[in-house]
């Protein structure tokens, strides 16, 4: 019996409400608890008044032993041994599929990474891309479709810089270093030599009309370039294990705004000011009003983002679209959503901008345009050492090649959970070290947990399956119900943290369960017990444990390994 369910339905029988998460109480408290503070805000009550009401109202509900309102919770005692059967079985019987939700039908598009191709990727790329894979597979597990696409910026005056310093320094060498860095090194020197030879920016100017002409030589140095960047950029992200089904490159596209903008002009929805430029008035609305073609007719950023959302449309046919993007486009995006709202673009409801915060290192801030920003190559690199050096104070004897391997599943993932585990809206300090520890709230953390409980699984070898689950209510002990009662609320972590957009809630999640399962484990043998029926049913515990863990890993993009 779900309990749960049967709790919700009443609960949304009586309020109305159709969406909600519940809540585990402190300790004797109860088991789980309603929170009253959205319904206070839609009926405008203060919320222990209804939570006392709607304690009254609900009635008998099965498998609830007690139900009492809290301040503003209306918290819920319920039969534990149920609660524990039915999880356990869930999971058993669900694997990786438990948490996730049944297909939907819809379509979501998610966009992230989107690089400018004149210099490598920095540590902001690193909490992008974590984001997005991750938001990515969280809306997978809400039941729909996604497709993940990266957005190339491979056009306009920062690329013009780093050619024009490659044509007067490069002596057209090829990369004797990672592509992106060989590229980027250019654009630093630009910036460099630029300070004491200004018309090197006319000049860059000149090459991107140059470019937009389609020139030979100059489209052939542009091209030979942004392959370079985008080499090493995928190089870098293929590390990650991220992958995305189709790059947009601006290059292509970004003319077909020019075309929308002027459809707009056209039809009376922006207008053209004193010096020839059209923009797009947002000042009723709140926003300042937007240049959309400079008065030269060559396109701004903005241009090419009209087309794009509409370009993704024709080929997706999505319900929703995702920009995964730093917080200091904030602006950007909600006047690109008012614009395509003003040209009435069919999903102009439908679009949503994930933004995030800065990463700073404990240093200090991380700098552009110098050339000394956190380099994301360089920083999973020193990653990987960290944990290398972890993995040879524990494991005298293991092969190169088993270290190898090791070091990567356990610096890359104490990379992805430390930028994950931080509110995205939130500013952050990524401290490496603080990261790579196997006892703080870390991903390595989880990891070992996970290998530990794989190794008592590899210990005790097959199992009957049916008399396992025969044995669950021999389950008791304080320990073990608090590790069932945090897996229960699992699937509704992952429904609160896909329909926010915040992975911090899974990795969260992740470091409560591995806390609980601790416990357990120091308090309840499970290799050496007496009683058949009840190692069989810590057994089960156990296997649910793992498999919550490996299931909220791979919602974060983080392998769980067997052995660590
Ligand atoms: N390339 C841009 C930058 O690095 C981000 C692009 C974001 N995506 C978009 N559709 N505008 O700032």
């Known amino acids: 019996m779900d309990i749960q369910l ?30 009253c503070f959205s319904l206070a805000k839609l009926r405008k009550q203060s919320p222990s008044i209804i ?65 400018n191709t004149n210099k490598p990727l920095h540590l902001g790329h690193l909490r992008n891309v974590s984001l997005g894979y991750s938001i990515s597979r969280l809306c997978e597990a809400l039941g729909h479709k996604v497709v993940q696409v990266n957005l190339m910026n491979d056009r306009g005056i920062h690329i013009c810089k780093s050619m024009v310093a490659y044509k007067h320094f490069g ?32 000049e860059a100017q000149q090459m991107l009309i140059a470019w937009e002409k389609g020139e030979k030589e100059i489209v052939d140095l542009w091209r030979k370039m942004n392959s370079w960047a985008e080499e090493g950029f995928m190089q870098t992200i293929r590390r990650l294990g991220i992958e995305f089904r189709k790059h947009y490159y601006e290059s292509k596209f970004y003319f077909k705004g020019k075309k929308v903008v002027f459809e707009g002009l056209k039809q009376g929805l922006f207008e053209k ?20 073609l400079r008065s030269d007719g060559t396109s701004v950023y903005m241009t090419q983002d009209i087309y794009l959302a509409i370009l993704k449309h024709k080929e997706w046919k999505y319900d929703e679209s995702l920009y995964v993007v730093a917080s200091e486009q ?15 673009f069919p999903r102009a409801e439908s679009l949503h901008h994930i933004s995030y ?37 524990r494991w005298k004897d293991i092969t190169h090649e088993e270290l190898m391997e090791r070091a990567r599943i356990i610096g890359i993932g104490a990379l992805k959970f430390h930028l994950l585990k931080t509110d ?12 790579i520890s196997f006892d703080g709230e870390t991903g390595p953390y989880v990891q070992y947990a996970h290998a530990r409980a794989a190794s008592i699984l590899r210990k005790i070898g097959r199992t ?7 044995s669950l209510s021999k389950l008791h002990a304080p320990e073990e119900v608090a590790v069932a009662k945090l897996l229960a609320i699992y699937p509704d972590k992952v429904t609160a943290a896909a329909m926010q957009y915040k992975p911090s809630i899974i990795a969260h999640y992740l470091i409560e369960l591995t806390h609980a399962f601790s416990s357990f484990y120091h308090e309840c043998p499970v290799l050496d017990v007496g009683d058949e029926e009840l190692r069989l049913a810590r057994i089960a515990l156990v296997m649910c444990v793992k498999q919550v863990q490996k299931n909220g890993l791979a919602l974060l993009g983080i392998e769980a390994p067997e052995v660590m």
């Open 6 to 35: 049967n709790i919700k339905r009443v609960l949304s029988e009586k309020t109305g409400l159709r969406e909600f998460i519940l809540e585990v109480p402190p300790e004797g408290m109860g088991d789980y608890a309603f929170p």
């Open 51 to 115: 939570a006392t009401a709607l304690a009254q109202e609900v009635g008998k509900i099965a498998g609830v032993s007690q139900i009492k309102a809290v301040g503003p919770y209306v918290n819920f005692f319920v039969d534990t041994t149920l609660l524990l059967t039915y999880t356990l079985n869930s999971i058993l019987t669900a694997k990786e599929d438990y948490g996730t939700h049944p297909k939907t039908g819809k379509k979501v598009v998610s966009e992230y990474l989107s690089p």
């Open 171 to 202: 002596n057209n060498k090829a990369p004797d270093i990672k592509s992106d860095h060989f590229v980027g090194n250019y654009y630093v020197l630009f910036n460099e030599k630029s300070k004491t030879h200004p018309e090197l920016e006319e």
């Open 273 to 292: 000011d004193e010096t020839g430029a059209v923009l797009v008035k947002l000042e009723q609305f709140g926003l300042p009003n937007k240049v959309l």
């Open 330 to 344: 904030n602006m950007h995006f909600q006047q690109l959503f008012k614009i395509l709202e003003i040209i009435k």
């Open 357 to 393: 915060g800065m990463v700073l290192l404990p240093e200090g801030k991380m700098k552009s345009r110098e050339g000394n920003v956190v380099d994301a190559d360089e920083l999973i690199d020193d990653m990987i050492s960290l944990a290398q050096h972890e993995i040879m104070i």
């Open 424 to 435: 995205p809206l939130k500013d952050m300090v990524f401290d490496p070290k603080e990261s």
């Open 464 to 470: 009957n399956g049916k008399k396992m689950v025969a």
